[in-house]
Nanobody
């Protein structure tokens, strides 16, 4: 049984930083292809934030967050992190962790991800 659980969300001021965690259980690391973070603001579609190839750790980020968000992991603890810096009000959203099995789909296609967490709320106040 694969399970993803996000944590670390909360209220932060504009310009602040936040680190989200995604703890996963089950044998996900045996066949995972990519881990990613998406976000969804009220009334908007789910948006790609960043992803990392599991074996090479090559990462990809959206233009909206490039340079301000970093994905990393602790393989031993089975945790994937999203470090967010210089946060803007438009970053307010529910953030989701996702895992992808081997696929030719690009990292930003949310429907190509097989496993999802329940999400954690991030609110950036001005």
């Amino acid at each position: 049984q694969v399970q993803l659980v996000e944590s670390g969300g909360g209220l932060v001021q504009v310009g602040g930083s936040l680190r989200l965690s995604c703890a996963f259980s089950g044998p996900l690391d045996l066949y995972i292809y990519r881990m990613a973070w998406f976000r969804q603001a009220p009334g908007k579609e789910r948006e790609f934030v960043t992803a990392s190839h599991w074996n090479t750790e090559n990462s990809y980020s959206s233009e909206a967050v490039k340079g301000r968000c970093t994905i990393s992991r602790d393989s031993a603890k089975k945790i994937v992190y999203l470090q967010m810096n210089t946060l803007k009000p438009e970053a307010t959203a529910v953030y989701y962790c996702a895992a992808q099995s081997p696929t030719s789909a690009p990292p930003y296609q949310h429907y190509s991800y097989n496993y999802w967490g329940q999400g954690t709320q991030v609110t950036v106040s001005s």
